[in-house]
């Protein structure tokens, strides 16, 4: 039992087998360590929050219903709320 450069021996537990240090890439590849950036696939399921915000927030405002909760389901549950809001009947205020 020999022990490497650190005085640790070749069986314990803290030996470094003489493994290559992963590449950034692998690291992104199975969700490790590459911290700051958005993947493709978070990108795409903002960038959809995003527009069904928008739309829902639309839909909301043409029937006179409260814009800010609209755009905030629409952006939380996507599709959802959209459709919900497209069917839902406009609220007609008198005067």
């Known amino acids: 039992m020999s022990p490497d450069e650190n005085g640790v021996p070749a069986n314990h537990p803290w030996s470094a087998p003489n493994r290559p240090i992963p590449r950034t890439s692998d ?14 696939t978070q990108q795409a399921f903002f960038f959809g929050a995003l527009i069904s915000a928008v739309v829902c927030a639309a839909i909301a405002n043409h029937k006179n ?11 939380l549950f996507g ?16 005067y």
Not at 27 to 40: I, N
């Open 65 to 75: 219903r409260s814009t800010v909760v609209w755009a905030l389901l629409g952006f």
């Open 27 to 40: 690291l992104r590849r199975f969700g490790g360590a590459d911290q700051g950036s958005m993947t493709t």
């Open 79 to 94: 599709v959802i709320p959209v459709i919900i809001c497209a069917v839902l009947p406009s609220r007609r205020t008198s």
